[in-house]
């Protein structure tokens, strides 16, 4: 009880927001607590069987295509004995686990050529034949785990445990403990069927107000990672007049938030993020919505890691775009503003090169080079890739009203230009990119947080969303690669490209 006193107190569930979400019995209070006391230190090891005896048991036999429809089930109190024993491992022991599952009860290859050869001899016949043959080889291309994760998903909590599964198999691959063909196999498996289970219908799109569970507003200060929420006075801003939330909840995780969209409800295209996110705000009165017209997305943020790579911000940003022309029928402007992470290392990398070749003119104009000298000394090159790296550069106002023209080129440049597989490198570009957003207007200066400036020079980026051309947009960018850019965008990059071979 104290413990949970201690958590009201001192985090962001206070008294006051315990009581406003029904906690007023001792009782109440005490069911976070317990519940985890059970969960985590008071939880028995499952008794019995071993790691390899565990997954025999609970993995079922695919058996033959004409015993298909037949196949027994595992016991339910099998594969919750599974969910129980898979929580309670290290992460070392999850990943021994995940290579037996993987590797062991994966499809029967032996059995997939044969029945490939049969398919290939058949191509000759008649159509349901060949279909017929098609349909077994489907049949037994599917590996064993798989019958595994859909009785999983089946259950309570079945489809919270394969996501949180899920996150541990990124983990691994992203770790490089293993480079596991069969752990990369199971990987993709789950995104294919988390991505059917987590489709468009399916998700149910939820305002977030100072009024909503307790719980639902802690995970979302949690999950917050764009701009950390700095206490629940912070929280209360971010749901109240002149800003909206929306996530996305799916039926099988009540109570977890899926994606989270903060909007600031302005009357101008915002260009500073401190202007949305400080403690203070003019717009932190009653809503005039008379004088709202415009929407910024500042803040998108995912909040289970499991569903990486299934397309959940995209379809937010689309409905809650049509939620508020709906609540706003005259609203007129719709845009982000977003942070440019990778900037700084992506320049850092640009610096390096140029020192080697003891050259700034790829990067600088001759005068921008000779100014940059006089204040950082000689040789510049190596001076800016220090005080980038430590930030001290921010503390020369000189050297920041200099590096502004040059830097802001640069960014321009890093986001129109440099690419990975033919798309936009930086990964919130690509994304707002994908949607059909159009890259409009770099800020200088937007984050003066320490984040901020270490992570893009302190600049952010506006995306604008034009309704109307956003399907077209998106369909040019995935199909050509073609990035659809201000004027602004463009000028920057014909004036870089003109001293640069980058």
């Known amino acids: 009880m104290l413990r949970f006193r201690a958590l009201c107190t001192t985090g962001f569930l206070t008294q006051q927001m315990c009581q406003r979400s029904g906690w ?13 006391v059970t969960l985590s230190q008071f939880k028995q090891p499952v008794a019995g069987l071993g790691m390899d005896e565990l997954l025999s048991s609970v993995v079922p036999s ?9 196949n027994p089930p595992p016991r339910e109190s099998q594969i919750l004995e599974f969910m129980r024993y898979y929580r309670d491992l290290a992460s070392q022991d999850k990943s021994v686990l ?22 290939l001899d058949s191509l000759q016949r008649d159509a349901a034949t060949v279909l017929q043959i098609e349909d077994r080889l489907r049949y037994y291309l599917t590996p064993r785990y798989k019958v595994l994760l859909n009785y999983l998903s089946r259950l309570e909590g079945g489809v919270k445990f394969l996501v949180d599964l899920r996150a541990d198999a990124l983990d691994i691959l992203e770790s490089k403990v293993t480079d596991s063909p069969h752990i990369r196999e199971m990987n993709s498996i789950l995104k294919y069927m988390l991505s059917e289970w987590f489709s468009v219908g399916l998700l149910n799109l939820e305002r977030v107000t100072w009024h909503s569970p307790c719980e639902l507003l802690q995970k979302i200060s949690e999950y917050e ?28 995780m009540p109570g977890e938030p899926l994606v989270v969209l903060h909007v600031a409800l302005t009357d101008h295209i915002s260009s ?17 919505a008379e004088k709202i017209d415009t929407s910024i997305f500042y803040s ?3 909040s289970q890691k499991g569903l990486q790579g299934v397309e959940l911000g995209n379809v937010l940003i689309k409905r809650v775009l049509r939620e508020l022309q709906g609540e706003f029928p005259h609203m007129k402007h719709f845009s982000s503003l977003s942070p440019i992470p990778g900037f700084t290392s992506w320049l850092l990398g640009a610096l390096s090169s140029q020192a080697k070749e003891m050259s700034g003119s790829d990067i600088f104009t001759d005068a921008e080079y000779q100014e940059i000298s006089e204040i950082v000394g000689s040789p510049p090159m ?8 430590n930030n001290e550069w921010v503390r020369s106002e000189r050297l920041v009203n200099i590096l502004e023209k040059p830097l802001m080129k640069l960014c321009a440049w890093y986001l129109y230009k440099e690419k990975h597989r033919g798309y936009a490198l930086n990964p919130v570009a690509n994304f707002h990119l994908q949607n059909g957003a159009v890259l409009w207007r770099l800020n200088w200066m937007a984050d003066k947080s320490p984040r901020g400036i270490s992570n893009s020079c302190g600049m952010m980026v506006n995306y604008r969303y034009f309704p109307e051309d956003t399907s077209n947009n998106s369909a040019q960018y995935l199909a050509t690669k073609h990035i659809e850019a201000s004027e602004q965008i463009l000028n920057f990059v014909s004036q870089f490209q003109k001293n640069s071979k980058l």
């Open 382 to 389: 190596e001076s800016l890739k220090r005080l980038f790296s």
């Open 225 to 252: 990672a764009v701009h950390p929420v700095r206490n629940w006075a912070d929280i209360k801003r971010r749901v109240g007049p002149n800003r909206r939330c929306f996530v996305f909840m799916h039926g099988a």
């Open 98 to 119: 995940l290579e037996k599952l993987a590797s062991g009860y994966g499809a029967d290859h032996e059995l997939v050529a044969d029945v490939g050869t049969r398919l």
């Open 24 to 36: 007023h019995r001792k009782s109440d209070l005490l069911r976070p607590f317990l519940s985890s």
């Open 62 to 70: 695919l058996g033959t295509y004409e015993t298909r429809d037949k």
């Open 272 to 288: 500073n993020i401190q202007d949305i996110v400080r403690e203070i705000s003019s717009m932190d009165t009653d809503e005039e």
């Open 300 to 302: 998108i943020s995912s």
